[in-house]
């Protein structure tokens, strides 16, 4: 590959066939989130997630790692100042700000449940990352290129990490997802010639939730 074609973000197309996007099996929208904790090997490891907005996926992250694993915590960073920045066409800056006492004392009686308060830039420092150790489990959800890469670099998944996207793939191409975190991960791929098992996706059928995809990481270098 020449030096120019390699600085050339990634197309629909390659990101397609290099996470076999079109050949992962659908999973009902239902069962997704059962179906991963019921994969975790580690089953005491610590989870990570990453935008934690509106409280929605994350209460349904959190009821399953009480379900079906144990002595663990789920780290949960955001801001709750809502994107950072501009993302796709109806979701500028500032969509899914919310009150922090809205999300935060719907788990105050639930002390596995840490909250880091900032934006990532700020809160997933060495000494957070070193408490979470390998993450048995990070969910990705904070939608931008920029955002997703700063999770990445600052709390890298592992060889055994189930590494979730939320906004990672929209297969009728609403909107641009080669731009974000499908960008973000794929540039991480490549700097640390990661090996990984794309699992399967959300069912695309169930609505504007259906885009997220699981990963199984298997090495890092
Ligand atoms: C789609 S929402 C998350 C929805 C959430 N998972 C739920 O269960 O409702 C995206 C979240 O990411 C957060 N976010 C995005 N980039 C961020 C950053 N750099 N630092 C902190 N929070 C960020 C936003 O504040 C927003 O709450």
């Known amino acids: ?19 076999e996007l079109d050949r992962l099996a659908e999973v009902p929208v239902d069962s997704y989130y059962d179906i991963i904790a019921q994969m975790i090997t580690n089953k005491t490891g610590h989870w990570a997630a990453f935008g934690v907005g509106w409280n ?21 960073f955001d801001w709750w100042e809502g994107l950072p920045h501009d993302w796709r066409p109806g979701y500028p800056k500032g969509t899914f700000r919310i009150p922090r006492e809205r999300v935060v004392n719907w788990y105050k009686h639930d002390e596995s449940v840490i909250f880091h308060e900032g934006l990532f830039e700020d809160t997933i420092t060495d000494s957070v990352v070193a ?15 920029e955002s997703t890469k700063a ?18 793939y929209a297969p009728t191409g609403e909107w641009d997802w080669t731009q974000h975190e499908a960008k973000a991960f794929y540039e991480f791929c490549q700097s640390h010639q990661l090996k990984f098992r794309a699992l399967f996706r959300r069912q ?5 939730l259906s885009e997220q995809v699981a990963f199984l990481i298997q090495e890092v270098v």
């Open 151 to 168: 999770v990445l670099d600052r709390c890298p998944p592992a060889a055994g990490t189930l590494l979730l996207f939320d906004e990672f």
């Open 56 to 76: 929605r996926t994350f209460q349904e992250l959190n009821r399953v790692r009480n379900r079906y694993t144990h002595n663990n915590k789920l780290f949960a």
């Open 1 to 19: 590959m020449t030096e120019t074609a390699q600085q050339l973000p990634p197309t629909a197309e390659e990101l397609i066939a290099f996470f």
């Open 204 to 208: 695309v059928s169930a609505g504007p």
């Open 131 to 145: 408490e979470i150790g390998v993450p048995a489990l990070i969910h990705i959800d904070c939608d931008l290129y």
